[in-house]
């Protein structure tokens, strides 16, 4: 079957760096997105890879292994208003998204 | 980047009437749109995928009678929950994908409660 795991939930201080790692077993892979979902609201987009290695986008970095069926989203410079979900979804062989249930992200001062 | 537009935001309505979500893309033709139902702290579930002109392909365990899907045209597909219960209060997202593009686009979701 089709799996996407993350960690159900991760606690990190404002100004310090967290990663947020994801796990999948997929039927064929398409690429991979991260997107951030604050509560009571529709996802966002981050990141998507689909080539192995790091994504740069200011605070917000994603890395791909493909071999390894691994990704992670490395949040630097936390604030608090990053507090919210993330989700990890690899886009399949028929190009469907498979979620993973998401990282509730908690950012103490 | 691209605006897919979802209304209502909010809606309550009684057990046993029917309600409309409608998903719009404001600025790109969406080939294909995606209804997806998300449970408090449970991931975004795929209910079915839609393309224009076309009937909409459910997941397994949807039922399509009582979610029915249209998608008239490239910028609008409608969900309707027919005879809603209580059990259908849920966070019901729309997604839309464009030729070419594999990132997809959110609607900004509906808050269903049926009372």
């Known amino acids: 079957g089709q799996n996407i795991d993350q960690p159900t939930e991760m606690t990190a201080t404002e100004g310090a760096i967290v990663q947020i790692n994801c796990t999948y077993q997929?039927?064929?892979?398409?690429?991979l997105f991260w997107y951030q979902q604050h509560a009571g609201e529709a996802p966002t987009f981050l990141s998507y890879n689909v080539l192995d290695g790091l994504e740069e986008k200011g605070r917000f970095s994603s890395f791909l292994s493909r071999s390894k069926g691994y990704s992670y989203l490395l949040l630097k410079e936390l604030q608090m208003k990053d507090s919210a979900s993330y989700l990890c979804a690899v886009m399949d062989s028929n190009y469907q998204l498979i979620w993973g249930a998401g990282t509730k992200l908690i950012i103490k001062p | 980047g691209a605006v897919v537009s979802q209304h209502p935001s909010r809606v309550i309505c009684k057990s046993g009437t029917s309600v409309k979500i409608e998903c719009r893309s404001l600025d790109f033709q969406a080939t294909t749109m995606f209804w997806y139902r998300q449970f408090p702290k449970k991931s975004l579930m795929l209910m079915a995928t839609s393309n224009e002109g076309s009937k909409a392909t459910y997941e397994q365990g949807v039922e399509k009678d009582k979610f029915l899907i249209n998608h008239a045209s490239l910028t609008l597909s409608t969900l309707t929950v027919t005879s809603a219960h209580p059990e259908d209060s849920s966070f019901y997202i729309c997604s839309a994908n464009f030729g070419g593009e594999t990132e997809a686009f959110f609607g900004q979701g509906t808050r269903l409660t049926v009372v």
């Open positions: 997929t039927s064929g892979f398409n690429g």
